[in-house]
């Protein structure tokens, strides 16, 4: 029995997880970015992206051209719909559409940068957060590890955050050493 699966078609539900992704990530997403993302086990049909995408722009986000690409970034209204509005989501849903926003846009940032590691955190409906790290291999330039950790709090998820970004060579080693 194939179990089914849960997408998001509505409109106005659209709208409210990309606010909910951009402000989770805390960073712009491209169209291209929102695309992949939400192509994922075709959790949202691209034609309602586009839909939504279009309906939002200049009341929930704001839309900026940069090297002819759009880049869609929340408004106030569109971080009030994010915190407000998202929990009429299902969490599944926002899980799975955040993983993927973290492994798009980590790769298109490390990409662009360069760097070998990046780090991102969502803050959960009860205060918690889910801190994602990824690292690429220097060599590959593949993915090495993903992992996914809890922290009780935005600012432990912060502390975890800079410690890895300070010193993310001594955090590789030390997952090398373990893992090897």
């Given at each position: 029995?194939?179990i089914?699966?849960?997408?998001?078609?509505?409109?106005?539900?659209?709208?409210?997880?990309?606010?909910?992704?951009?402000?989770?990530?805390?960073?712009p997403?491209?169209?291209?970015?929102?695309?992949?993302?939400?192509?994922?086990?075709?959790?949202v049909?691209?034609?309602?992206?586009?839909?939504?995408?279009?309906?939002?722009?200049?009341?929930?986000?704001?839309?900026?051209?940069?090297?002819?690409?759009?880049?869609?970034?929340n408004?106030?209204?569109?971080?009030?719909?994010?915190r407000?509005?998202?929990?009429?989501?299902?969490?599944?849903?926002?899980?799975?559409?955040?993983?993927?926003?973290?492994?798009?846009?980590?790769?298109?940032?490390?990409?662009?940068?360069?760097?070998?590691?990046?780090?991102?955190?969502?803050?959960?409906?009860?205060?918690t957060?889910?801190?994602?790290?990824?690292?690429?291999?220097?060599?590959?330039?593949?993915?090495?590890?993903?992992?996914?950790?809890?922290?009780?709090?935005?600012?432990?998820a912060?502390?975890?955050?800079?410690?890895?970004?300070?010193?993310?060579?001594?955090?590789?080693?030390?997952?090398?050493?373990?893992?090897?």
């Amino acid at each position: 029995m194939e179990i089914p699966r849960i997408r998001v078609e509505k409109i106005d539900d659209i709208c409210v997880l990309i606010c909910h992704l951009i402000y989770s990530l805390g960073c712009p997403l491209s169209k291209n970015q929102l695309i992949e993302i939400t192509s994922l086990e075709d959790a949202v049909n691209y034609f309602g992206l586009i839909k939504a995408l279009d309906k939002a722009n200049g009341h929930l986000l704001s839309a900026v051209e940069i090297d002819d690409e759009l880049i869609y970034s929340n408004t106030e209204f569109g971080t009030k719909a994010a915190r407000e509005l998202s929990t009429s989501i299902p969490l599944s849903i926002r899980d799975k559409m955040f993983q993927e926003a973290v492994r798009v846009y980590t790769r298109d940032a490390m990409k662009k940068k360069g760097t070998m590691v990046a780090v991102r955190y969502i803050q959960n409906s009860d205060n918690t957060c889910t801190v994602g790290v990824r690292i690429m291999d220097e060599e590959t330039t593949n993915q090495k590890y993903f992992l996914e950790m809890n922290a009780d709090n935005p600012e432990k998820a912060d502390l975890i955050k800079n410690k890895i970004k300070k010193d993310p060579k001594a955090f590789i080693k030390y997952l090398d050493d373990f893992f090897t």
